[in-house]
T-cell receptor, first 112, second 113 residues
Framework: AQSVAQPEDQVNVAEGNPLTVKCTYS??????LFWYVQYPNRGLQFLLKYITGDNLVKGSYGFEAEFNKSQTSFHLKKPSALVSDSALYFC??????????FGAGTTVTVRA | NAGVTQTPKFRVLKTGQSMTLLCAQD?????MYWYRQDPGMGLRLIHYSVGEGTTAKGEVPDGYNVSRLKKQNFLLGLESAAPSQTSVYFCASGRPTGVTEAFFGQGTRLTVV
């Protein structure tokens, strides 16, 4: 069975500092990996995805993620965080049968 | 563009009542999902469908039923609501060609009293 782990419930950073949100996964076959963001009382918005190719994936709003096959990780990063990046972030994995599973989420707070 | 639309947006049910949540997508997507979101639990997959007329169980299917009679609609039913089903429900859709992201609706907040 596939699974996604986000080991940190909360991440707190100062504005302008680098932001990292961690994700590890388990899936049979090739992993299709995604990051989504959720603002209060809203649905999920897509940030970026890894399918194949370069291990560093660039996405929306200056976010990027690094795929590491040996560590089965897909960490989300942003070089310089903004207060407006404060939100709930979800990592997800899709298997060959289109089943899409999410982690428990990480709340990011960026303080001014 | 409407995208993924969920109906209703809010609902309060009494224990034992039944209801159906409707998800409609206008993007001609093949696969659709129903999730529930609870604090600290993330999104848990209830049921999903890879095409019209097909459904499959996710992680937490008990107490729910689904139907996909039309490609654009995915219905989630609660036959006898329980307080444990108080949650925010999200629907999503996506297409199988290539590997694309799923698109989400705005959610349905359901309270069972």
């Amino acid at each position: 069975a596939q699974s996604v782990a986000q080991p940190e419930d909360q991440v707190n950073v100062a504005e302008g500092n680098p932001l990292t949100v961690k994700c590890t996964y388990s899936v049979s076959g090739n992993p299709y990996l995604f990051w989504y963001v959720q603002y209060p009382n809203r649905g999920l918005q897509f940030l970026l995805k890894y399918i194949t190719g370069d291990n560093l994936v660039k996405g929306s709003y200056g976010f990027e993620a690094e795929f590491n096959k040996s560590q089965t990780s897909f960490h989300l990063k942003k070089p310089s965080a903004l207060v407006s990046d404060s939100a709930l972030y979800f990592c997800a994995v899709r298997d060959q049968d289109y089943k899409l599973s999410f982690g428990a989420g990480t709340t990011v707070t960026v303080r001014a | 563009n409407a995208g993924v639309t969920q109906t209703p947006k809010f609902r309060v049910l009494k224990t034992g009542q039944s209801m159906t949540l409707l998800c409609a997508q206008d993007m001609n997507h093949e696969y659709m999902y129903w999730y529930r979101q609870d604090p600290g639990m993330g999104l848990r997959l209830i049921h999903y469908s890879v095409g019209e007329g097909t459904t499959a169980k996710g992680e937490v299917p008990d107490g729910y039923n689904v139907s996909r009679l039309k490609k654009q609609n995915f219905l989630l039913g609660l036959e006898s609501a329980a307080p444990s089903q108080t949650s925010v429900y999200f629907c999503a859709s996506g297409r199988p060609t290539g590997v694309t992201e799923a698109f989400f609706g705005q959610g349905t907040r359901l309270t069972v009293v």
